[in-house]
């Protein structure tokens, strides 16, 4: 299948800095990427909708502010978390479509963030 | 909304075949998924479905899917100890200019015993 690569794999950062991750496609194009959040034991928590060359689309309660996301080009987009707190320690995880009617989605390898 | 269910625990042994069961609410559904996630892993895209099909088989895999009891099932022959992990169900709506929006259950863990 389609590869979308996502890094860095874990990152530990101190409470009130920057964080970025990446999400690319590898071997496709993805004009839509989504980026979801994951707690420990629980399911996948969509976030935002990442369009390329526009605005993201951001789920109900998720402070477009406090997650910036951009996606200049069809094989990346970026998710950046701004002055993280230790309560935005999660996993993350992007994912991008594939197939002509873009059914398929395929999964990065997901971002540990421990914000201490 | 939309709701994904899903039993949160599957204990099989090795060499019989598991099930994987899961509901859903929204009729409108276009694809439903199953995805398999290892310990601190992303999702790894294991089969998925059109919603007008009701049986799909890839390899060890058989998907059943119940449009009208919105219930959709996975079953694994021959399960092997690298089976474990848990699995999610998802089904996905399109969105217009945002492509599939998917819905996630709350995933099945799935432990294998020799």
């Known amino acids: 299948g389609a590869v979308v690569s996502q890094h860095p794999s874990w990152v530990i950062c101190k409470s009130g800095t920057s964080v970025k991750i990446e999400c690319r496609s590898l071997?496709?194009?993805?004009?839509?990427m989504f980026w979801y959040r994951q707690f420990p034991k629980q399911s996948l928590m969509l976030m935002a909708t990442?369009?390329?060359?526009?605005?993201?689309?951001?789920e109900q309660g998720v402070e477009k502010d406090k997650f910036l996301i951009n996606h200049a080009s069809l094989t990346l987009s970026t998710l950046t978390v701004t002055s993280a707190h230790p309560e935005d320690s999660s996993f993350y995880i992007c994912s991008a479509s594939s197939g002509t009617a873009n059914e398929k989605l395929f999964f990065g390898s997901g971002t540990q963030l421990s914000v201490l | 909304g939309e709701d994904v269910e899903q039993s949160l625990f599957l204990s099989v042994r090795e060499g019989d075949s598991s099930v994987i069961n899961c509901t859903y609410t929204d009729s409108s559904s276009t694809y439903l998924y199953w995805y398999k996630q290892e310990p601190g892993a992303g999702l790894q895209l294991l089969t998925y479905i059109f919603s007008n099909m009701d049986m799909k088989q890839d390899q060890r895999l058989t998907v059943l899917l119940n449009k009208k009891d919105k219930h959709l099932s996975l079953r694994i022959a021959d399960t092997q100890t690298g089976d474990s992990a848990i699995y999610f169900c998802?089904?996905?709506?399109?969105?217009?200019?945002?492509?599939?929006?998917?819905?996630f259950g709350g995933g099945t863990r799935v432990l294998v015993k020799p």
């Open positions: 990442s369009n390329e060359g526009s605005k993201a689309t951001y």
């Open positions: 998802a089904e996905s709506r399109m969105i217009k200019a945002a492509g599939n929006k998917l819905t």
């Open positions: 071997d496709f194009q993805a004009t839509t």
